[in-house]
C-alpha cells in the first residue's frame, strides 16, 4: 500500500522519533468467527478483487485449500482441518488464515527500512512497498507466518486490512463480501462485546471452550478469531497457542543494537585517546642503519633481552 | 621515510590481496551498518539505494570470504600460536606502553596480530554460514523461520565483533610508525623490524648472510 495521509502513523519501521500523530483514531478490529465460515471463500476472491491480485493459476493436490500458502498474491487463504478434537467427533475447521495486525508488530520491529513498515494509529500494519528494500527480516520478526517476498519486485506484501478503503469510511473487503456475517468490522470494543455474544451462543450449543482470540503476546491484535476450541487454537491449521515476537528477534533488535554502536563509537574513541595520550610508536633510526655488520647484529640481539 | 636496504615483507601479490579483503570488508562494514542500525540508514546512499545495499552486500561478502580464504592459506603458518604468544599477552600492558624490550622475542606477528588473524578466519566463516542462511531470495526461503532468526543474530553478532577487531587492527597500523608502509611499498625499515619483530629480523638477517 501506499502511505495513507488521513490516517495517523502510531509507530514507523527503523524510525527513533514519534510520528504525525495529533489526530485521534480509535483502535479498529475485523472479528472472523470460525463457527459461521462455511469455507465459500468469497473473502479470497474479494481481496483479490479490491487489490488486484492475481497469482498464476496453481495445481489441484486434492485438498481445498487453494493455493497451497498465502504468497505475493494471495494475502489472505482459507486454511481446511479436518480435525477430530474429542474422542468419536470430527470437525471440518476452516479458518480465514491472514496478517493479524499484532499491537505489537515483530514484522515492524524487525524490518531496517525507515517507514517501510507503518502501524497506523487505529491498528492496522501496512507495507509501504515502495520503501520495501526486500531483505525479508519481516518475515523472520513475524510470530504468524505472514508476510511474504515478491520475486518479481522484491518487496514484502500481506493483508493491509484494506487501510485504503477503511482511511475513506469503508469496512475492508472480505467484510463486505461474506455471505454467512462471519467477518465483521469495527472498533476493537465493538467487536470484542460481538465475540461475547457469539461466545455465548457457541457455549448454549455445546462448545464449552469456545473463546476470543485476542492473544496478548503480542500485545492483542487487530483481527480477532471467534474459536469454538479457544483452548487449542492449533487445531485450526496450526494457529500459535501464545504468539509473541520471537525471543531471538526482540534481543537483536532491542538492546544489541545501541550496544554494539556504543561498543564501536568506545572502542574507536579509546584507540585516540591512547594515541594521544602516548603518541606514535616509532622506531628509531640507527646511525648504522645501512650497515649488516656482525657488532650491530649482536648489540641488537641484547638489547631485546629483559 | 624508506630507504634501499629496508627488508622485503610483503610481495606484489599479497599486498594487493590484503586490499582487496580491505576494500571488501569496508563496503561490507558500510552496507551492513546500513541494515543494522536506523541512524546509519543513509549509509545506503553510498551504494545506490536500500534494495541495492540490500543486494550488493551478500555478493561482496562472498568476494571477501574467498579472499579472505585465500590470505588465510598464504599466512596461516606465520601465525600458529606458540608458548611465547601467551606470555606476550600478559605483557599487553608493556606493549600499549611501548616499552618492547619487556615483551617476549616477538617473530613474524606478534600475538595480538594472530588474534587478529584468527578472529577474522573464524568470523568469517560465521558470517558465510549466517549470510548464506539469511539471504533473500535465493537461500532464506528454503530454511525454518526460527534458524533464520537465529543466523540474523549470529551475523549481527559477529559481524560487531569482526569490526572491533578491525577497528584495532587499523588503529596499531596507524600507531606503530612504519607498519603502513609494509601493506603500501612492501617494505620495512631495519630499525621497524628490529624494535617489533626481532626474531624474524634475524631470520631475515641470517638469510641474508647466507
Ligand atoms: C561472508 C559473506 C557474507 C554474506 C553472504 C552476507 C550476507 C548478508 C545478508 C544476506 C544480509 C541481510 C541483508 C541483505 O540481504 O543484504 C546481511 C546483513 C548484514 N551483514 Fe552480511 N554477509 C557477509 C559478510 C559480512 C561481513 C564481513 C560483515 C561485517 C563487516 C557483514 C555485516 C552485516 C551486517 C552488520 C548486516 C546487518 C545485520 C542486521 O541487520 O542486524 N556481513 N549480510
Ligand atoms: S522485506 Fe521490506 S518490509 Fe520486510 S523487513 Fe525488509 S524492508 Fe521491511
Known amino acids: ?306 | 621515510m624508506s630507504n634501499k636496504d629496508d627488508i622485503r615483507r610483503y610481495k606484489d601479490g599479497e599486498r594487493l590481496h590484503h586490499w582487496i579483503v580491505a576494500v571488501t570488508f569496508i563496503l561490507l562494514a558500510m552496507s551492513g551498518l546500513a541494515l543494522f542500525h536506523p541512524s546509519l540508514y543513509w549509509l545506503t546512499n553510498l551504494f545506490g539505494g536500500g534494495q541495492w545495499t540490500r543486494i550488493l552486500h551478500p555478493f561482496i561478502g562472498l568476494v571477501m570470504f574467498v579472499s579472505v580464504m585465500v590470505l588465510m592459506v598464504r599466512f596461516w603458518r606465520h601465525n600458529l600460536v606458540n608458548r611465547d604468544d601467551l606470555r606476550w599477552i600478559r605483557y599487553l600492558p608493556d606493549a600499549l606502553h611501548k616499552r618492547e624490550g619487556r615483551l617476549p622475542p616477538v617473530g613474524r606477528y606478534n600475538a595480538g596480530q594472530k588474534i587478529i588473524y584468527w578472529s577474522t578466519v573464524i568470523g568469517m566463516f560465521l558470517l558465510l554460514f549466517s549470510g548464506l542462511i539469511m539471504w533473500q531470495p535465493y537461500f532464506a526461503p528454503v530454511f525454518p523461520i526460527g534458524l533464520v532468526r537465529f543466523a540474523i543474530l549470529v551475523h549481527a553478532f559477529s559481524a560487531i565483533l569482526l569490526m572491533m577487531v578491525i577497528i584495532l587492527h587499523i588503529y596499531a597500523a596507524i600507531w606503530v610508525k612504519g607498519s603502513l608502509q609494509a601493506m603500501v611499498k612492501g617494505t620495512v625499515s631495519r630499525t621497524w623490524a628490529k624494535k617489533h619483530h626481532p626474531l624474524w629480523y634475524r631470520e631475515v638477517t641470517q638469510e641474508e648472510r647466507k
Request: charged fraction near 25%; include cysteine.
Open chain 1, 1 to 306: 500500500m501506499a502511505s495513507m495521509q488521513s490516517l495517523d502513523i502510531k509507530n514507523r519501521s527503523a524510525t527513533s522519533l514519534p510520528s504525525p500523530s495529533v489526530r485521534s483514531h480509535t483502535e479498529l478490529a475485523k472479528l472472523i468467527d470460525v463457527s459461521k465460515c462455511i469455507g465459500c471463500k468469497a473473502c479470497q476472491v474479494a481481496c483479490m478483487e479490491w487489490n488486484d491480485l492475481r497469482g498464476p493459476v496453481g495445481e489441484n493436490t486434492g485438498v481445498y485449500d487453494n493455493p497451497q500458502d498465502l504468497n505475493e498474491h494471495t494475502w489472505t487463504l482459507m486454511r481446511f482441518s479436518e480435525v477430530e478434537p474429542d474422542d468419536f467427533s470430527f470437525e471440518w475447521l476452516i479458518r480465514k488464515d491472514g496478517c493479524m495486525h499484532c499491537d505489537d508488530p515483530g514484522c515492524l520491529k524487525a524490518c531496517p527500512a525507515p517507514g517501510a513498515i507503518v502501524q497506523y494509529a487505529n491498528g492496522i500494519v501496512d507495507f509501504i512497498s515502495e520503501k520495501c528494500i526486500g531483505c525479508g527480516y519481516c518475515i523472520a520478526g513475524c510470530p504468524f507466518d505472514i508476510p511474504r517476498l515478491s520475486r518479481a519486485d522484491n518487496r514484502a506484501y500481506k493483508c493491509t486490512l484494506c487501510s485504503d478503503r477503511v482511511a475513506v469510511g469503508l469496512e475492508p473487503a472480505c467484510v463486505t463480501t461474506c455471505p454467512t456475517g462471519c467477518i465483521t468490522f469495527g472498533t476493537k470494543e465493538d467487536m470484542k462485546q460481538q465475540a461475547v455474544l457469539r461466545i455465548a451462543d457457541l457455549n448454549s450449543r455445546g462448545y464449552d471452550n469456545a473463546g476470543l482470540y485476542d492473544p496478548p503476546g503480542v500485545g492483542g491484535t487487530h483481527v480477532m478469531y471467534v474459536l469454538q476450541h479457544a483452548d487449542r487454537p492449533g487445531l485450526y491449521h496450526g494457529l500459535p497457542e501464545d504468539p509473541r515476537i520471537s525471543p531471538m528477534v526482540g534481543f537483536w533488535q532491542g538492546i544489541t543494537k545501541p550496544l554494539a554502536i556504543g561498543a564501536l563509537a568506545l572502542l574507536a574513541m579509546a584507540s585516540f585517546l591512547h594515541f594521544i595520550k602516548h603518541g606514535p610508536n616509532v622506531a628509531e633510526e640507527d646511525d648504522d642503519a645501512p650497515s649488516r655488520d656482525k657488532t650491530r647484529d649482536r648489540k641488537e640481539e641484547s638489547s631485546h633481552v629483559e
